[in-house]
């Protein structure tokens, strides 16, 4: 670690800082840049270090050029001032010599306590630890499946009056629930700069709460997280079977409605079937909008692949999109989410280098064999579908083999024979043999009409939708 100048950086922050006061104004000023301070980096260049990754980037976009201008006017050395937030620095300079903080932002404006819990860590590198940059509304391709919840999460973003409080979202596992609470934040924070948004997953709300009971500091903890206009608490599942956060969720919960503040819950089940989440809370977690996002259809997939394909060219340079055929089997073939789906078209982009545009469909296959691993051919069974669909419609197989011909288990049966014989090599008549002895007809009838609902009714094609992906996934 070089030494510092002979000039003392806490004389030169002062005067920037003073400039900075009157040029950005008291609210800002004193939100950011107050609470900040000037250390020595690792390599000697002086480091305005922020309380939270949030503040770092504001004053990143909104003050560093000018800090840097005014610092260079009065440091002798021209060093170039770096920003970084707290846990950035002391990730940076563990390791080397404790720095002690060698300049408040300046004698009048005393820096105000650092927040027991990181607002936004806005570019935290880790998914957990806070909001990531690149999910923002922009980058998320609405269709079916999360249209609702998209235009849901836009108008809250917006801060519209008289929308339903709390939102809960829930759906499977990376369906883009993390990526809508992510938009929700960044998109909030920029129609309103001076707004206290906090967002953490239901882990971290338990392990800080936690830790406060430890070191007796639950009231700090309340007052940061009530002190909310918005808060985004995602995967709330998490606090299952977990009594005392339950409990402290339920308080911050209702205080935070009752003044008004909003709030967004994201999990993997609807609250109905949190079953782990004692039935007060439940039922507050119920008491607002709860939303679905469902598995995506092919065009959604086909949507999320072509814009994966786009920021990728943009990020790696000008490259030709894949052939028709490969786009297409990318969108049907790959097993798994849309995460799985975007590690596809990473590993295609990545192995296939310039030769993306021409590569052959058997090429695609052999490149992306890793991301096929649950062989696609993988042989189903009547019996597994039939299990699957009972499964999902809440009914026994029995009832798939039975003479009943109610609507709501006449559909489910028609379904499960569509998937039959689209993922089995069974004839018409060895499907009716296999689903209570009916005849060919029925199943071809069956088919028919599965076929003509798949373009009619949007409820079934979500419904087959989620069974097909399941059954590639099983
Ligand atoms: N509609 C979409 N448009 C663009 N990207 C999407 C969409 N849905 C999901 N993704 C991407 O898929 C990945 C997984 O999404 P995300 O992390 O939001 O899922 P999740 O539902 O929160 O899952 P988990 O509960 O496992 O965290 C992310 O990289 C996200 O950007």
């Not at 999460?153 to 009056?161: E, H, K, N, P």
């Not at 949507?303 to 052939?323: D, F, M, T, V, Y």
């Amino acid at each position: 670690m070089t030494s510092w100048s002979p000039i003392l950086p806490e004389t030169v922050w002062s005067k920037v800082a003073t400039v900075l006061r009157r040029e950005l104004g008291e609210g800002p000023y004193n939100s950011y840049v107050a609470p900040s301070n000037v250390r020595p980096g690792p390599y000697g260049d002086p480091v305005l270090v922020t309380p939270t990754a949030y503040a770092r980037d504001w004053i990143a976009r909104n003050a560093a050029r000018r800090a840097q201008e005014l610092w260079t006017q009065h440091d002798p050395d021209s060093r170039v001032l770096d920003i970084k937030s707290r846990v950035e620095y002391e990730d940076a300079t563990r390791g080397a010599v404790a720095a002690p903080a060698v300049a408040p932002a300046t004698e009048t404006a005393p820096a105000r306590p650092e927040p027991v819990m990181p607002i936004i860590e806005v570019a935290a590198p880790n998914r957990i630890g806070g909001l990531q940059e690149r999910l923002t509304f922009d980058s998320f391709v609405a269709g079916r499946g999360n249209e609702f919840a998209f235009q849901m999460s836009r108008q809250v973003a917006s801060w519209a009056d008289g929308h339903f409080n709390p939102v809960f979202f829930h759906g499977p596992y990376g369906y883009g629930k993390t990526h809508l609470l992510n938009a929700i934040g960044w998109e909030a924070q920029t129609r309103r700069p001076d707004a206290k948004i906090v967002y953490l997953t239901a882990e971290k709300f338990t392990s800080t709460f936690v830790k406060a009971l430890m070191d007796k500091s639950t009231s700090a903890f309340k007052d940061e997280i009530r002190g909310a206009d918005l808060l985004l608490v995602d995967d709330v599942h998490f606090i299952g079977g977990k009594t005392s956060s339950q409990e402290e969720l339920f308080h911050t919960l209702t205080s935070l409605i009752e003044n008004n503040r909003r709030v967004v819950f994201t999990a993997d089940r609807p609250p109905s079937q949190l079953t782990e989440i004692e039935a007060r809370l439940r039922s507050h977690l119920s008491s607002g909008l709860v939303c679905a996002l469902d598995v995506a259809d092919q065009s959604l997939r086909m949507g999320i692949i072509e814009r994966k394909l786009e920021q990728l060219s943009q990020r790696l340079g000008a490259a030709q999109n894949p052939r028709s055929d490969v786009l297409h089997f990318l969108a049907e073939r790959v097993p798994g989410s849309i995460r799985e789906l975007e590690g596809a078209v990473n590993t295609l982009v990545a192995s296939a280098g310039p030769r993306l545009g021409s590569l052959t469909l058997e090429e695609a296959m052999a490149l992306l064999q890793p991301n096929l691993k649950v062989a696609v051919e993988r042989r189903v069974t009547v019996d597994e579908i039939q299990k699957l669909v009972s499964d999902h419609f809440g009914l026994k197989q029995a009832d798939l083999l039975s003479e009943r011909r109610t609507r709501a288990i006449a559909r489910p049966r028609q379904v499960a024979m569509w998937l039959c014989k689209q993922h089995t090599t069974r004839s018409y008549p060895d499907i009716g043999r296999r689903f209570g002895g009916r005849d060919h007809t029925t199943v071809l009838h069956a088919v028919k009409k599965v076929e003509e609902l798949l373009q009619a009714d949007d409820q079934i094609a979500r419904d087959v939708e989620a069974l097909t992906r399941k059954l590639r996934n099983v």
